[in-house]
């Protein structure tokens, strides 16, 4: 479980409060205990959105300075690492949209990187079946995308974006399932094209 961490005595939820105050009263330090503690499991869910480690990185970073900034809104119902991820997945996205306007505007094709490896066609292809998911998800209706986005892109339970959202868990299971079920249509009807 990546949402909420677990204490290395009796695996209990660790009570971020204390982490934040301190952060709230100026506690530099407090704040890098904090990046230190998520910085791995933001940048993971970043690249599985954005498939680019250098975006990735950039939006984990802005991740954790768009959270710094508003510290003051964080609700302690949930965990810090859950809400953290909920704003690293919706700047992944926002970036994932700009990226895609960017290479549509690219008429030369120039914009995709070369690479070197033993079978290009297969990389190749499993590249753009990566590309073609993100893209899906991010086409995705704002509930679905959000949940589909922190179910497998943040690898949280349901019951932790249940609580990162403030959403009733049976809200989260069927805009899951809807979200998947628009996922597959989306994309055998882009098959069939």
């Given at each position: 479980?990546?949402?909420?961490?677990?204490?290395?005595?009796?695996?209990?939820?660790?009570?971020?409060?204390?982490?934040?105050?301190?952060?709230?009263?100026?506690?530099?330090?407090?704040?890098?205990?904090?990046?230190?503690?998520?910085?791995s499991v933001v940048y993971?869910?970043?690249?599985?959105?954005l498939g680019d480690p250098?975006?990735?990185?950039?939006?984990?970073?802005?991740?954790?300075?768009?959270?710094?900034?508003?510290?003051?809104?964080?609700?302690?119902?949930?965990?810090?690492?859950?809400?953290?991820?909920?704003?690293?997945?919706?700047?992944?996205?926002?970036?994932?949209?700009?990226?895609?306007?960017?290479?549509?505007?690219?008429?030369?094709?120039?914009?995709?990187?070369?690479?070197?490896?033993?079978?290009?066609?297969?990389?190749?292809?499993?590249?753009?079946?990566?590309?073609?998911?993100?893209?899906?998800?991010?086409?995705?209706?704002?509930?679905?995308?959000?949940?589909?986005?922190?179910?497998?892109?943040?690898?949280?339970?349901?019951?932790?974006?249940?609580?990162?959202?403030?959403?009733?868990?049976?809200?989260?299971?069927?805009?899951?399932?809807?979200?998947?079920?628009?996922?597959?249509?989306?994309?055998?009807?882009?098959?069939?094209?």
């Amino acid at each position: 479980m990546h949402g909420v961490r677990a204490a290395a005595e009796g695996g209990r939820r660790v009570d971020d409060r204390p982490l934040v105050a301190a952060v709230l009263d100026g506690d530099r330090d407090a704040f890098r205990l904090v990046v230190d503690r998520e910085a791995s499991v933001v940048y993971r869910a970043c690249i599985r959105i954005l498939g680019d480690p250098h975006d990735a990185e950039d939006v984990a970073q802005e991740s954790f300075l768009i959270a710094y900034r508003s510290l003051g809104s964080f609700r302690a119902e949930g965990s810090f690492g859950a809400w953290l991820m909920r704003i690293a997945t919706r700047q992944a996205f926002l970036r994932l949209r700009k990226r895609s306007r960017m290479d549509a505007l690219d008429l030369d094709g120039d914009a995709l990187p070369s690479r070197s490896a033993p079978d290009p066609l297969a990389i190749a292809l499993a590249g753009e079946r990566q590309r073609a998911v993100r893209d899906a998800v991010a086409r995705l209706p704002d509930p679905y995308r959000e949940v589909v986005a922190l179910r497998f892109f943040g690898e949280q339970s349901l019951e932790e974006i249940a609580l990162t959202t403030h959403r009733p868990l049976n809200t989260i299971k069927t805009h899951l399932r809807r979200g998947l079920e628009r996922l597959r249509l989306g994309t055998s009807q882009e098959a069939l094209a």
